[in-house]
């Protein structure tokens, strides 16, 4: 007796719930993105054959150019800490909307002075303002020392770990700023820096 020839059938996968997980997905990867901030100093930094990544966490850089310093620290919670302790200091109060608004704003070179006039303008409005001219780091008026200070303060209360220093400087700065901005750190025993270089062609 023949047996009976039990059909094929070719196998279906439902992929209605996969597209909605992708698309949950990448709506929120999209919602919870910051764009990134236009760079206010135009720094033409020198090429090297050395390449080591900077670190994207517990790192301050400092963007020295045209006789300018401006100032960056990664990660929104040290930014926000960061201030209050700067304005604990100079006694300034920062509303939670302008601490907000700091803690997405990238590199920035105003006095303390003019910093909440400049936090509240939006970010295409800031380069025009005119209020971008640079972090004082005269030795009567040294408020980098104070923003690197109060940095790594932040960077160890809230992450338990040493904060980095990296030196984004123009190729064709003078050499008393750069060593103005080195006698800063190592004032605060920081002898262990990285300068941001551009790879070398071959």
Not at 23 to 35: D, E, G, K, N, S
Request: aromatic share 6%; hydrophobic share 40%; charged share 25%.
């Amino acid at each position: 007796m023949p047996r009976a020839k039990v059909q094929r059938k070719s196998t279906a996968i439902d992929m209605t719930a996969m597209c909605d997980v992708s698309f949950l997905l990448l709506t929120y990867f999209i919602l919870t993105a910051t764009a990134k901030q236009p760079d206010p100093l135009n720094v033409t930094i020198p090429s090297s054959t050395y390449k080591i990544k900077v670190p994207e966490k517990d790192i301050a850089v400092l963007s020295i150019g045209h006789g300018k310093v401006f100032f960056e620290t990664a990660g929104q919670d040290i930014k926000v800490a960061t201030l209050e302790k700067i304005g604990e200091q100079y006694k300034i109060d920062f509303t939670p909307e302008e601490k907000k608004r700091f803690s997405v704003i990238g590199s920035f070179g105003v006095p303390i002075q003019s910093l909440k006039q400049f936090i509240m303008l939006d970010s295409d409005k800031r380069k025009a303002s005119g209020l971008e001219t640079g972090i004082p780091a005269d030795s009567a008026n040294n408020q980098l020392a104070d923003w690197i200070l109060q940095s790594r303060k932040s960077v160890a209360e809230l992450h338990s770990e040493g904060m980095r220093v990296s030196i984004r400087g123009d190729a064709d700065e003078e050499y008393s700023t750069m060593k103005k901005i080195i006698d800063i750190l190592q004032k605060q025993k920081i002898n262990k820096f990285s300068l941001i270089t551009s790879a070398e062609g071959s």
